[in-house]
Protein backbone atom coordinates (compact mmCIF):
# COMPACT_ATOMS: atom_id res chain seq x y z
CA UNK A 1 0.00 0.00 0.00
CA UNK A 2 1.22 3.16 -0.98
CA UNK A 3 -0.70 5.46 0.65
CA UNK A 4 -0.87 6.73 4.53
CA UNK A 5 -3.90 5.69 6.59
CA UNK A 6 -4.56 9.33 6.82
CA UNK A 7 -6.12 9.84 3.30
CA UNK A 8 -8.84 7.61 4.03
CA UNK A 9 -12.27 7.45 5.90
CA UNK A 10 -15.06 5.08 6.57
CA UNK A 11 -18.42 6.26 5.06
CA UNK A 12 -22.09 5.37 6.01
CA UNK A 13 -23.18 5.67 2.12
CA UNK A 14 -27.20 5.12 2.15
CA UNK A 15 -29.50 2.87 0.16
CA UNK A 16 -30.76 6.90 -0.92
CA UNK A 17 -27.11 7.68 -2.00
CA UNK A 18 -26.62 9.49 1.09
CA UNK A 19 -23.21 9.67 2.43
CA UNK A 20 -21.92 10.40 5.82
CA UNK A 21 -18.09 10.33 7.14
CA UNK A 22 -17.93 8.39 10.11
CA UNK A 23 -16.59 10.34 13.12
CA UNK A 24 -13.23 9.65 14.52
CA UNK A 25 -15.14 9.05 17.69
CA UNK A 26 -17.72 6.63 15.92
CA UNK A 27 -16.80 3.04 16.43
CA UNK A 28 -18.12 1.53 12.79
CA UNK A 29 -19.63 -2.18 14.44
CA UNK A 30 -21.87 0.27 16.65
CA UNK A 31 -22.79 2.45 13.60
CA UNK A 32 -23.30 -0.61 11.65
CA UNK A 33 -25.46 -2.07 14.54
CA UNK A 34 -27.34 1.10 14.56
CA UNK A 35 -28.57 1.24 10.89
CA UNK A 36 -29.66 -2.40 11.15
CA UNK A 37 -28.96 -5.73 9.75
CA UNK A 38 -29.94 -4.82 6.07
CA UNK A 39 -26.89 -3.79 4.09
CA UNK A 40 -29.66 -2.55 1.28
CA UNK A 41 -30.69 0.20 3.64
CA UNK A 42 -26.86 1.40 4.42
CA UNK A 43 -23.26 0.30 3.86
CA UNK A 44 -19.64 1.06 5.46
CA UNK A 45 -17.04 1.89 2.59
CA UNK A 46 -13.69 2.72 3.03
CA UNK A 47 -13.16 5.53 0.77
CA UNK A 48 -10.54 8.14 -0.19
CA UNK A 49 -11.30 11.79 1.50
CA UNK A 50 -10.81 13.67 -1.44
CA UNK A 51 -13.35 11.59 -2.93
CA UNK A 52 -15.63 11.09 -0.40
CA UNK A 53 -17.53 14.42 -0.43
CA UNK A 54 -20.81 13.78 1.97
CA UNK A 55 -23.52 13.92 0.31
CA UNK A 56 -27.00 15.16 2.25
CA UNK A 57 -30.13 13.54 1.79
CA UNK A 58 -31.65 16.32 -0.06
CA UNK A 59 -29.23 16.31 -2.29
CA UNK A 60 -29.14 12.15 -2.58
CA UNK A 61 -32.87 12.48 -3.73
CA UNK A 62 -32.08 13.92 -6.59
CA UNK A 63 -29.04 12.38 -7.75
CA UNK A 64 -31.62 9.71 -8.48
CA UNK A 65 -33.81 11.66 -11.39
CA UNK A 66 -33.12 11.49 -14.94
CA UNK A 67 -32.13 14.49 -16.90
CA UNK A 68 -35.46 15.26 -18.29
CA UNK A 69 -36.79 15.62 -14.58
CA UNK A 70 -34.30 17.38 -13.53
CA UNK A 71 -34.82 19.58 -16.73
CA UNK A 72 -37.89 20.13 -16.26
CA UNK A 73 -36.87 21.07 -12.03
CA UNK A 74 -34.74 24.22 -13.66
CA UNK A 75 -37.47 25.12 -15.87
CA UNK A 76 -40.09 25.35 -13.26
CA UNK A 77 -37.32 27.39 -10.96
CA UNK A 78 -36.70 29.35 -13.98
CA UNK A 79 -40.21 30.63 -14.19
CA UNK A 80 -40.64 30.98 -11.17
CA UNK A 81 -37.49 33.27 -10.72
CA UNK A 82 -38.76 35.21 -13.16
CA UNK A 83 -41.95 35.97 -11.84
CA UNK A 84 -40.47 36.92 -8.81
CA UNK A 85 -38.37 39.16 -11.01
CA UNK A 86 -41.19 40.79 -12.85
CA UNK A 87 -43.38 41.55 -8.87
CA UNK A 88 -39.94 43.19 -7.82
CA UNK A 89 -39.69 45.38 -10.81
CA UNK A 90 -43.56 46.13 -10.61
CA UNK A 91 -43.12 47.15 -6.80
CA UNK A 92 -40.26 49.49 -7.62
CA UNK A 93 -41.88 51.05 -10.20
CA UNK A 94 -44.84 51.88 -8.61
CA UNK A 95 -42.41 52.79 -5.38
CA UNK A 96 -40.49 55.21 -7.59
CA UNK A 97 -43.41 56.90 -9.47
CA UNK A 98 -44.90 57.38 -5.72
CA UNK A 99 -41.58 58.91 -4.42
CA UNK A 100 -41.06 61.41 -8.10
CA UNK A 101 -45.18 62.56 -7.40
CA UNK A 102 -44.32 63.69 -3.67
CA UNK A 103 -41.03 65.33 -4.90
CA UNK A 104 -43.09 67.28 -7.04
CA UNK A 105 -45.62 67.78 -4.72
CA UNK A 106 -43.14 68.86 -2.44
CA UNK A 107 -41.54 71.27 -4.74
CA UNK A 108 -44.43 73.15 -5.82
CA UNK A 109 -45.21 73.18 -2.63
CA UNK A 110 -42.27 75.58 -1.77
CA UNK A 111 -42.79 77.45 -5.15
CA UNK A 112 -45.99 78.86 -3.66
CA UNK A 113 -44.36 79.41 -0.38
Known amino acids: VENTADEFALYVVHESGERTKLKDSEYPLISRILHGPCEK ?16 YDVAQYIKFEMPVLDSF ?12 NKLTTKYSALRSMIHQQLEDLTETEDTI
Request: avoid cysteine.
Open 74 to 85: VEKLKEEEEREI
Open 41 to 56: IARIFLMEKDLGEEIT
